[in-house]
């Protein structure tokens, strides 16, 4: 049967499709896509099923891509990439999920679809150029040349202090206990003195819409928010009404630690962090639901699914 040729190779072809174009759901539909096409394909005359089923995956997410980028321009306020869960993650995929991290995704979409499309598949997948080349439709020639200058591009665009995981978890969590305790002082005291807060609400759920920038002033930013009259207003623009009370702990997204506030089950809001030395560099703030839904799907904390 083609579900049993498909299946094995599904979580892969995801893991292709959700790099390529940052989106969950996307990658979904992506593979959905490929499936279709899987299952009308004169199977006994394709010899690497894998070989086949990531090419046609690649191919479907770099068309895709080329149509959503004019949609993300007109975005509401800064786009940032929807959210998966990587908690637990097994050794094995360590590496892997580094290859998703917020900062990494947010560099990605500077280059074009097929500058992503081969820094992906070369970096993250190991594919030789030519192989990237078979997929991507180039020679092995253009193929080194689009994975040069996308390697460029990421090296310019990612921060320069890389934090062990250890380190970056510890930091996140003197985050959240300074947003509980109110102390604009100690909010202050964590960032880095050009600290930058990138929020994402699309336009649904209240979030910056311009980068702040400075310690002072994204400090100010977490203690109106933190506070109850601030609460009260971020669950109104979400559409939650009354009281309600958040739980808020430390999760596993993006193959880092991060943030994660519920209301019941519902995630309403994932503060992610990156490091610079010993304090905090960027803060990136995901506010808007249909990004937070794929981390719900892809089982933030709460399930064995890893990125």
Partial sequence: MATDDFSPHRRRMLD?????????????????????????????????????????????????????????????????????STEPVAEERVELAESVELALLVVLETLSPLERAAFVLHEAFGLSHAEVGEVIGRSEAATRQLARRARDHVREGRP???????????????????????????????????????????????????????ADRVGRFFAAISNSQGAQRYLESIGLAGPAEFDASVEEVNGAPAIVMRVGERIILVVAIEPAGERIGTVFLVANPQKLASLSRSGAGRASGSA
């Fill in 16 to 84: 292709v499709a959700y790099r390529i174009l940052g989106t969950w759901s996307d990658a979904e539909d992506v593979v959905q896509e490929a499936w279709l096409r899987w299952s009308t394909v004169d199977r006994d005359q394709v010899g690497n099923v894998e070989g086949f089923l990531v090419t046609v995956t690649s191919r479907l997410a770099i068309d895709r891509l080329r149509r959503l980028r004019a949609r993300r321009e007109s975005y509401p306020g800064p786009w940032l990439p929807e959210l998966i």
């Fill in 160 to 214: 320069r202090y890389r934090a062990d995981r250890a380190h970056r978890r510890r930091l996140t969590e003197r985050f959240l206990a300074a947003c509980f305790g109110g102390e604009l002082g100690a909010l202050i005291e964590l960032f880095a003195a050009d600290v930058r807060l990138v929020g994402d609400g699309g336009g649904r759920a209240k979030a910056p819409l311009r980068v702040i920038e400075g």
